[in-house]
């Protein structure tokens, strides 16, 4: 079979690994790819993850057999729908199905319809209503960007000069572009925080291992949000008991609500959640693999990666048993000084050609420059072990990260403690 994946970030490199085990995989294409990604796939760096009509095209023209489209962005311009219009197959939810991450104020309407379990909020496309609201309201508080912004658009002011300052950097100097038009102001909730990534055919959903993220720069959750610094799997505040709460209150909710309205979600559906005093809250939505998320629960997929996403396409998933090893798997992301400002780029990286067989070096940022593997981003690699035990894939994975070398390397030293401390507590 010959492949095709979206995208060009560390996600995508942890799907086209485990995609290339499957033994009737002849040729994977990732568009655009990167650097590292290139030794495990064929990459087309001239078509971005938004070119729809030359990935579709490029599919045509290329025998392409199945579809994996990644990244938030290319679902929301209905990248699914023209390959689904070209005859091939794919992995990802349709244009309607990936407004439930491409607009904030449709997911928690959707909730709120529903009575799927969020903070409470209201909508604004008025900076000064919006304003008028907060000058009332409890603090700290959570301001949203309704529509994609890579990650970033979600603020949580502390004071009403903060929240003043939020409005005006969304909605006034439109920081996130169009997607400030309109904002989500909701209450500020408390508790551990947990994802849930899931594969769903629409009606069968087949929960992946919990995981845990790091979104601030610095140790101690310090500093400005990030994409992610790091993740561990499996989440221990995510017990049985609770994960059966969130499929009867959520997970079956949130797929039953989707088709009522229309839209029914297929791939892989994000459930950002927080364990509050009063149960679980949805945080967010996400239409697609988490990053860097994804490069901790694929290592402990043990079924076939493309039999799954094969079984989501046909809506078959229901008849398919999906099984995860029962150990455990930690990332430390290595990102270039600075980030998430801006950051140098073009700086060599050394890898040892030695690393253990349980360590994975996910590439993110970087790209080739001949044949020497430069940086090209914020967050350059992702370093995965997976180990019997959450301390020992810690140790493993920190011991690589140290191992790997370019100027300016930067890392969080505390990626999982919180998580360990969980498990002793």
């Not at 690994?17 to 087309?44: F, H, M, Q």
């Not at 990650?151 to 300052?165: C, S």
């Not at 140790?219 to 499996?234: C, E, F, H, Q």
């Not at 209150?249 to 005093?277: N, S, V």
């Amino acid at each position: 079979m010959n492949l095709l994946v979206v995208g060009g970030g560390g996600r995508e490199h942890a799907i086209i690994k485990k995609l290339k085990e499957n033994p009737s995989v002849e040729t994977i294409y990732a568009l655009p790819g990167n650097g590292g990604i290139a030794r495990d796939a064929v990459c087309v760096p001239e078509i971005g993850a938004k070119d729809i009509e030359k990935i579709v095209d490029f599919a045509r023209t290329h025998a392409v057999d199945f579809a994996v489209v990644a990244p938030d962005d290319p679902l929301a311009l209905g990248c699914v729908d023209r390959l689904h219009e070209a005859g091939i197959p794919c992995f990802g939810p349709d244009a309607k199905a990936a407004r439930i991450e491409a607009s904030k104020v449709f997911s928690k309407n959707l909730m709120k319809k529903y009575g799927i379990p969020t903070a409470r909020y209201e909508v604004f496309s008025d900076p000064g209503t919006a304003l008028d609201y907060l000058r009332g309201a409890s603090f700290p508080i959570v301001i949203k960007a309704d529509g994609l912004a890579l990650g970033k658009g979600v603020l949580i002011p502390q004071n009403l000069q903060e929240a003043e300052a939020a409005v005006k950097t969304i909605m006034e100097d439109k920081a996130f572009g169009d997607s400030g038009n309109e904002i989500v102001i909701e209450e500020f909730l408390t508790g551990p925080e947990v994802s849930v990534l899931a594969f769903t055919d629409g009606t069968a959903i087949a929960p992946m291992v919990s995981s845990m993220d790091h979104k601030r720069a610095g140790d101690g959750d310090t500093g400005l949000n990030t994409g992610g610094m790091g993740t561990v799997a499996p989440n221990p505040c995510y017990t049985p008991e609770i994960a059966a709460v969130c499929m009867e209150t959520i997970f079956q909710p949130t797929l039953a609500a989707m088709r009522a309205e229309g839209c029914p979600f297929k791939g892989c559906l994000y459930f950002g959640l927080m364990l509050t005093p009063d149960g679980p809250r949805v945080i967010e939505y996400n239409c697609r693999f988490g990053d860097p998320e994804t490069q901790v629960v694929l290592p402990l997929l043990k079924t076939d990666l493309l039999t799954v996403m094969r079984a989501v396409e046909e809506e078959t998933l229901g008849e398919l048993t999906v099984e995860w090893s029962d150990g455990a798997a930690a990332c430390v992301i290595l990102a270039s000084g600075g980030y998430p400002g801006s950051c140098p780029k073009g700086k060599e990286i050394a890898i040892p050609a030695d690393l253990p067989e349980h360590v994975t070096v996910y590439h993110a940022g970087d790209r080739l420059e001949g044949d020497r593997l430069v940086t090209s981003g914020g967050r350059v690699l992702g370093v995965t072990a997976a180990g019997d035990t959450l301390a020992q894939a810690l140790k493993d994975a920190y011991a690589a990260a140290d191992a790997i070398q370019f100027e300016g390397k930067y890392m969080r030293r505390d990626i999982g403690q919180r998580a360990l401390r969980a498990l002793e507590g």
